[in-house]
């Protein structure tokens, strides 16, 4: 059966997560206190919460959780107070000492990855802080929906599906969501324009250049109409390239002119949806 683009994408996606879990788990966080780190980062980021809540944040069963939470009370990492909101319930928060150890873990695993990255290339760094910086939002989407849907389950057990869930930050239709995807168009546009041989690859970058981005459509000025009609016979591979480096959609066409005279000619991106 021949594999759809949607598939190839999502398979694309699931490698690239699964590259960066194995770069995470295996060579920057502790592993024998992964579970325990996660908890931590949590409760420092969001506050009290109830154990069920902290369980779906860190991807494991409420009973794991409780067991979890049981041995971090022991050493003083978190304590249990009362629910306001209910005074049968209790909510786990973080002590001083637990925040005190978050800060060393973080320090020691940006240590770690600070030492990864000096083997790195100026502009491979470079490439990569931009990648994250679009990136980082939907997977951000990506950990709310995922949370918000295991607790949903653990809410539900019958429950087997849960409607897609979009986090507050990202309402369609709102002025956060709109804010979201200027700043995600302005990073990807500076990664096309500031990072171009790194994009399209030095022997492209040595004979055009991109211009502007205006509305989706992306100016090249070649150096000569050679080159222009060469870049238009490859025009598909150009638009997957730049699809792989700032996502699909960012950039819905190209205009491709050279410094000779002659008619610019826009070429459409390839529907990919």
């Known amino acids: 059966m021949k594999q759809s683009v949607r598939d190839v994408s999502h398979d694309d996606v699931a490698e690239g997560l699964e590259q960066a879990a194995i770069l995470l788990v295996r060579h920057i966080y502790d592993r024998a206190a992964l579970s325990a780190s996660m908890a931590l980062g949590t409760l420092h980021r969001e506050g009290p919460v109830r154990v069920t809540a902290l369980a ?22 978190v304590t249990r107070v009362e629910d306001p909101r209910d ?6 928060t973080i002590t001083n000492a637990g925040r005190a150890l978050l800060d060393d873990r973080r320090r020691e695993r940006r240590q770690r990855l600070a030492e990864l990255l000096a ?9 990569l802080t931009l990648a994250m910086h679009v990136a980082l939002p939907v997977i951000q989407e990506l950990i709310h929906n995922a949370q918000q849907s295991r607790t949903q389950t653990d809410d539900n057990p019958r429950q087997t599906t849960t409607p897609r869930s979009t ?10 969501s709109t804010n979201a995807h200027t700043d995600r168009t302005e990073v990807a546009e500076g990664t096309v ?3 171009w041989s790194s994009v399209m690859g030095q022997q492209i970058a040595d004979h055009a250049t991109a211009t502007a981005l205006n509305d989706g459509v992306l100016s090249v000025v070649a150096e000569s109409t050679a080159w222009a009609t060469q870049l238009r016979m490859i025009q598909a591979e150009l638009l997957a ?4 480096a700032v996502g699909n959609g960012v950039v819905t066409s190209l205009k491709i002119s050279s410094f000779e005279p002659g008619p610019p000619s826009i070429t459409p991106a390839i529907n990919n949806s």
Do not use: C, F, H, W
């Open 167 to 176: 986090s507050p930050r990202y309402k369609p239709g709102t002025a956060d």
């Open 193 to 195: 324009l500031g990072y």
């Open 87 to 92: 005074g049968r319930a209790a909510l786990i």
């Open 241 to 244: 390239k730049i699809a792989a």
């Open 56 to 77: 779906a944040a860190s991807g494991i069963g409420q009973p794991s959780m409780t067991e979890l939470v049981n041995r971090l009370q022991r050493v003083g990492l």
């Open 119 to 127: 083997a790195l290339t100026p502009q491979d760094e470079a490439t």
